[in-house]
């Protein structure tokens, strides 16, 4: 009977698992800026669920917490010596064929369903306002009509400004993301690139 119990449970943890693994999470991410405030909220869903939500900017710190954090930035910054550096980029050379492994899966699991940027921008002058927007324009152009990207750039010839709103909505099947990890740190090199860069 407790056999029974057992296979049921580590059946029904596997099927979520793999629920994780094959239906695709949405990560929805909304930036606003106006003048100096920047407001906005990250949103991670699985299956419409919220698993995990936060607003931009953060709630600030308190100042013990700000000088802990300052103090652990310059204990990381003193352990790296030239000749640590030279390790990690050799580490990295020789890690290189399997993170474009692990690089390529992360692109090809991500899919776009709403890419959206509406910017108004004024620079110092009107020529130089019209140049710069001429060149986004340009770019931006082609990627509205082949793409799910919308870019809107408004210029302003009357002040020297940079405002608007981003939004961005895609969804990331781990599945192969997961695979190509595992395949990666079986890797001797990956290893001990990981272990490097993490002391």
Known sequence: MIYTIISIIILILVLILLSFLLIPLKL?????????????KFTLRFLGIPLFS???????????????????????????SLERILKILKL????????????????????????????????ESPADTALFTGYIWSFTYPLNALTRIDVNINPDF??????????????????????????????KPVRELIKEVRQ
């Open 158 to 187: 009357q002040r020297r400004v940079l405002d608007g709103n981003f939004q961005m909505d895609v969804n990331i099947r781990l599945i192969g993301i997961v695979v190509e990890a595992i395949k990666a740190y079986t890797k």
């Open 92 to 123: 990295f050379k020789e890690s290189l064929p399997y993170i474009y492994g692990l690089m390529t899966s992360i692109y090809n699991a991500v899919t776009i369903e709403k890419f959206s940027v509406n910017m108004n921008l004024g620079m």
């Open 28 to 40: 929805s991410l909304y930036l606003n800026k106006q003048g100096n405030e920047t407001e906005g």
């Open 54 to 80: 936060r607003k931009i900017p953060e709630d600030k710190t308190d100042e013990k917490e700000k000088k802990e954090e300052k103090e652990e930035k310059a204990e990381k910054k003193d352990k790296f």
